[in-house]
């Protein structure tokens, strides 16, 4: 450890604390944006969890958004949530984060602040965040987010403009891949499958992923749960499914 830059120590030893399983890895020098750390790390440029920073002008507070690397933040949206903000410059990034623009990890920061994160970023199994160094990454799930920050998980990004009609699609295929694959667990004892289906957004009514149709708790226990629990977890998810979309079941 004494090898990494002291942002990333940090980093590395409050994700020991907590018992996370994946410390930080120092990625090729050229890998400064999210597209360029998703190429050298083999993954989907949306599986980079960027972090923006903002000022909130009420109390000068740095607030946090940890993004899917393929989104623009909304600021206007994030507003909504904290309130009112303004530009953080690199001078504020480090004092308040203790970290370099490009590097700020969404653990281990130097002073408390707000975070919110991504939705978008339920949309894979796996991502990579920042680990206190422009060139360092560790790998989480994104229910992890959660538990590692205490943070929320809300809608901050802009919608790309084809979103309505390949989200409509999308849903449309996860859902009819959702009901053959709950078919299938049925006969299974061990390794069960994840019910993710790439389709990872909340929906505000009923709480549930328009997906997978689990909760955000769901999600977050998932990856801590037993073949056993996650057998019973797939029960839920199938009631779920056959009283809100029966036809999947007849057309699986």
Do not use: Y
Request: aromatic content about 4%.
């Amino acid at each position: 450890m004494t090898e990494l830059p002291e942002g990333v120590q940090r980093v590395a030893a409050a994700l020991q604390e907590k018992n996370h399983p994946h410390g930080p890895v120092m990625l090729d020098g050229a890998a400064r944006t999210a597209q360029q750390a998703a190429d050298a790390l083999g993954v989907a440029v949306g599986q980079i969890a960027k972090s923006i920073i903002f000022k909130r002008v009420a109390d000068e507070a740095a607030v946090l958004v940890v993004t899917s690397g393929d989104r623009r933040v909304d600021e206007a949206k994030v507003a909504a949530l904290v309130g009112p903000l303004a530009r953080a410059n690199a001078a504020f990034v480090k004092e308040r984060t203790g970290f370099s623009i490009g590097g700020v990890s969404p653990v281990a920061h130097a002073m408390p602040g707000v975070t919110l994160i991504d939705r978008e970023l339920f949309r894979f199994e796996q991502v990579w965040a920042a680990a206190g160094h422009p060139h360092g990454v560790f790998q989480l799930h994104p229910q992890d987010l959660v538990a590692l920050t205490g943070a929320p998980v809300a809608d901050v990004v802009e919608a790309p403009e084809e979103e309505n009609v390949l989200d409509t699609l999308a849903r449309e295929n996860a859902i009819k891949t959702l009901a053959a694959r709950a078919i299938s667990v049925g006969a299974m004892a061990e390794n069960i499958p994840s019910p993710c289906v790439n389709v990872c957004r909340m929906d505000t009514g009923s709480g549930l992923c328009e997906g997978c149709f689990r909760t955000i708790e769901d999600i977050r226990e998932w990856g801590r749960s037993d073949d056993a629990a996650k057998k019973v977890m797939w029960g839920q998810i199938t009631e779920r499914l056959r009283q809100t979309h029966p036809e999947a079941f007849v057309e699986a």
